[in-house]
C-alpha cells in the first residue's frame, strides 16, 4: 500500500485504516487485528482498531475536507486535525491524565492516532443513562483551570504566547461557531431547527432587542480576546468518563480565545442535562455544576498565586478583577449554549430524547428561558449558586 509514501489524502476505509496501523508498527506482529468505523459526530471519520490476540488497541481519527452531517456542500479545511493533535498535545503538557495519548500524527492524510478510551463511556450518554460520574467535575475543573491558565499571557512569555496565537490560528472552525451559537439562533436564519410549538418562544428571542445586544458583546469577546488556548467545544459529548477516570477529546475547535468560554460550554451542557431530568433527580448534576467553578476556582488562584509572571500580580484586587470576568463570561457563555442546543442546528441527546412531547417541550422552554437568564443577568451574579438558582424562578 501507498498511502505512506504518496502522502496524498484519501478517506480511509476499515481496510486501510488496518493497513496503515500495522505499516507503523503499531501492533505486534501477531496481531489479529478488527477495525469499524464508530464516529457518531458531524465532522469526522473515527476507526476503532482491536487486536484480540494482545487485547491492546487504538483510535484513528480522520477529518473529512466537508461536514459529514451536511456533505460535500459544507467544504471544511483539513487542517483542522493537526489543530487538534497540538491541541492535545499541548494541554497534555498540563493534565496528560485527563486527555488521551497521541500515538502518530500526518498532516497530509488528516490522521489522528490516539488512545483507545473504549472502556470509557461518552458523559453525555452516561448521564441519561442515569450512571454517576463522581470524579466528572473535579476533573474538568482541574482540566479547565490547568489548560487555561498555562496557556494564558498569565503564564507564558509575551513571544511564546503570540507563537501559539499563530499556531492555533482556526478560523473556519471559529466561523462556524460564531454562527451556529452567537448569531443564527438569535435571528431567523434557515440553519435553525425547532419545533412548532416553540416558534413563540423563538420569536421572542428574534425580537429581544436587550438579549440580541448582550449576545453581540459575548460574540464580540469571543472574537477578539485571545486569552487563552480553548478547547473550543467542551460538551459532555466531548469527554469519556467512568467512575474513576475522566478524558477530554474533540479539541479540533481549540483556538486562543476568552477564558470563559470553555467553562461556560461545560456548565451549560450541564444546565441542559439538569432541565432534561426530573425535578427530584436533579441535585447530583446541581452538585456537579458547582464543583465545576469551585475546583476551576481554586486552581487557577493557586496557580496564579505560585506561577504568574504578570507583575501586577501581587496588585490588591487584579486577580479578583480576572476571575470575576471569567466568571460573567462563564455564565454568559453558558446561557448562549442553552439557546443554540435548543433551538440552533445541532441539538443534544439530552432533550431531544425525551420521549413524552409535552415533557419535551416543557424542558426547552425551561432551556431558553434559562438561557436568557444567564446571558442578561450575568454582571448580576456573584456565584455559581446564584445562578443556579434562576432555574426555579418563574419568570424570564
Same mark, same amino acid.
Given at each position: 500500500?501507498?498511502?505512506?509514501?504518496?502522502?496524498?489524502?484519501?478517506?480511509?476505509?476499515?481496510?486501510?485504516?488496518?493497513?496503515?496501523?500495522?505499516?507503523?508498527?503499531?501492533?505486534?506482529?501477531?496481531?489479529?487485528?478488527?477495525?469499524?468505523?464508530?464516529?457518531?459526530?458531524?465532522?469526522?471519520?473515527?476507526?476503532?482498531?482491536?487486536?484480540?490476540?494482545?487485547?491492546?488497541?487504538?483510535?484513528?481519527?480522520?477529518?473529512?475536507?466537508?461536514?459529514?452531517?451536511?456533505?460535500?456542500?459544507?467544504?471544511?479545511?483539513?487542517?483542522?486535525?493537526?489543530?487538534?493533535?497540538?491541541?492535545?498535545?499541548?494541554?497534555?503538557?498540563?493534565?496528560?491524565?485527563?486527555?488521551?495519548?497521541?500515538?502518530?500524527?500526518?498532516?497530509?492524510?488528516?490522521?489522528?492516532?490516539?488512545?483507545?478510551?473504549?472502556?470509557?463511556?461518552?458523559?453525555?450518554?452516561?448521564?441519561?443513562?442515569?450512571?454517576?460520574?463522581?470524579?466528572?467535575?473535579?476533573?474538568?475543573?482541574?482540566?479547565?483551570?490547568?489548560?487555561?491558565?498555562?496557556?494564558?499571557?498569565?503564564?507564558?512569555?509575551?513571544?511564546?504566547?503570540?507563537?501559539?496565537?499563530?499556531?492555533?490560528? *482556526?478560523?473556519? #472552525?471559529?466561523? /462556524?461557531?460564531?454562527?451556529?451559537?452567537?448569531?443564527?439562533?438569535? @435571528? %431567523? &436564519?434557515?440553519? $435553525?431547527?425547532?419545533?412548532?410549538?416553540?416558534?413563540?418562544?423563538?420569536?421572542?428571542?428574534?425580537?429581544?432587542?436587550?438579549?440580541?445586544?448582550?449576545?453581540?458583546?459575548?460574540?464580540?469577546?469571543?472574537?477578539?480576546?485571545?486569552?487563552?488556548?480553548?478547547?473550543?467545544?467542551?460538551?459532555?459529548?466531548?469527554?469519556?468518563?467512568?467512575?474513576?477516570?475522566?478524558?477530554?477529546?474533540?479539541?479540533?475547535?481549540?483556538?486562543?480565545?476568552?477564558?470563559?468560554?470553555?467553562?461556560?460550554?461545560?456548565?451549560? *451542557?450541564?444546565? #441542559?442535562?439538569? /432541565?432534561?431530568?426530573?425535578?427530584?433527580?436533579?441535585?447530583?448534576? @446541581? %452538585? &456537579?455544576?458547582? $464543583?465545576?467553578?469551585?475546583?476551576?476556582?481554586?486552581?487557577?488562584?493557586?496557580?496564579?498565586?505560585?506561577?504568574?509572571?504578570?507583575?501586577?500580580?501581587?496588585?490588591?484586587?487584579?486577580?479578583?478583577?480576572?476571575?470575576?470576568?471569567?466568571?460573567?463570561?462563564?455564565?454568559?457563555?453558558?446561557?448562549?449554549?442553552?439557546?443554540?442546543?435548543?433551538?440552533?442546528?445541532?441539538?443534544?441527546?439530552?432533550?431531544?430524547?425525551?420521549?413524552?412531547?409535552?415533557?419535551?417541550?416543557?424542558?426547552?422552554?425551561?432551556?431558553?428561558?434559562?438561557?436568557?437568564?444567564?446571558?442578561?443577568?450575568?454582571?448580576?451574579?456573584?456565584?455559581?449558586?446564584?445562578?443556579?438558582?434562576?432555574?426555579?424562578?418563574?419568570?424570564?
Amino acid at each position: 500500500m501507498a498511502i505512506l509514501q504518496k502522502k496524498q489524502y484519501e478517506a480511509l476505509t476499515v481496510e486501510t485504516a488496518v493497513k496503515l496501523a500495522q505499516e507503523l508498527n503499531l501492533f505486534p506482529e501477531n496481531s489479529v487485528l478488527d477495525c469499524c468505523e464508530i464516529g457518531d459526530g458531524n465532522l469526522n471519520y473515527v476507526f476503532h482498531i482491536t487486536d484480540s490476540i494482545n487485547q491492546k488497541g487504538l483510535i484513528i481519527k480522520q477529518a473529512l475536507p466537508y461536514a459529514k452531517v451536511v456533505g460535500e456542500s459544507w467544504p471544511l479545511t483539513l487542517k483542522r486535525s493537526t489543530i487538534e493533535t497540538n491541541a492535545l498535545k499541548k494541554h497534555g503538557e498540563f493534565v496528560p491524565q485527563l486527555v488521551p495519548e497521541v500515538y502518530h500524527a500526518d498532516e497530509d492524510l488528516a490522521i489522528t492516532m490516539m488512545e483507545d478510551l473504549s472502556h470509557l463511556t461518552i458523559a453525555r450518554t452516561g448521564l441519561i443513562n442515569g450512571e454517576s460520574y463522581p470524579r466528572l467535575s473535579s476533573d474538568i475543573g482541574e482540566y479547565l483551570a490547568r489548560t487555561l491558565f498555562s496557556t494564558s499571557d498569565f503564564a507564558l512569555h509575551p513571544f511564546e504566547k503570540k507563537r501559539l496565537v499563530v499556531e492555533f490560528s *482556526n478560523p473556519e #472552525l471559529c466561523k /462556524i461557531t460564531e454562527d451556529l451559537i452567537f448569531t443564527d439562533p438569535f @435571528f %431567523d &436564519h434557515d440553519t $435553525n431547527d425547532f419545533e412548532q410549538e416553540l416558534r413563540s418562544d423563538v420569536e421572542a428571542i428574534w425580537n429581544d432587542q436587550a438579549l440580541k445586544l448582550e449576545a453581540a458583546k459575548l460574540k464580540k469577546s469571543f472574537l477578539t480576546e485571545a486569552e487563552a488556548l480553548l478547547h473550543g467545544d467542551l460538551h459532555t459529548g466531548s469527554i469519556f468518563a467512568s467512575s474513576t477516570e475522566t478524558k477530554v477529546i474533540d479539541p479540533e475547535f481549540a483556538f486562543y480565545g476568552p477564558i470563559g468560554f470553555d467553562v461556560g460550554l461545560f456548565i451549560g *451542557n450541564l444546565f #441542559l442535562h439538569v /432541565i432534561s431530568r426530573e425535578e427530584a433527580d436533579r441535585s447530583v448534576i @446541581f %452538585d &456537579h455544576i458547582e $464543583n465545576t467553578w469551585t475546583i476551576f476556582y481554586s486552581i487557577f488562584s493557586e496557580l496564579w498565586e505560585q506561577s504568574n509572571l504578570e507583575v501586577y500580580t501581587r496588585t490588591e484586587g487584579y486577580k479578583e478583577y480576572i476571575l470575576e470576568k471569567i466568571f460573567s463570561d462563564t455564565i454568559g457563555f453558558a446561557g448562549c449554549e442553552l439557546i443554540r442546543r435548543t433551538i440552533g442546528l445541532a441539538h443534544v441527546k439530552d432533550l431531544d430524547g425525551i420521549a413524552d412531547q409535552d415533557k419535551r417541550i416543557s424542558a426547552k422552554r425551561q432551556a431558553l428561558a434559562l438561557g436568557k437568564k444567564l446571558i442578561l443577568h450575568r454582571h448580576n451574579l456573584k456565584s455559581i449558586k446564584q445562578a443556579i438558582a434562576l432555574l426555579g424562578e418563574k419568570t424570564a
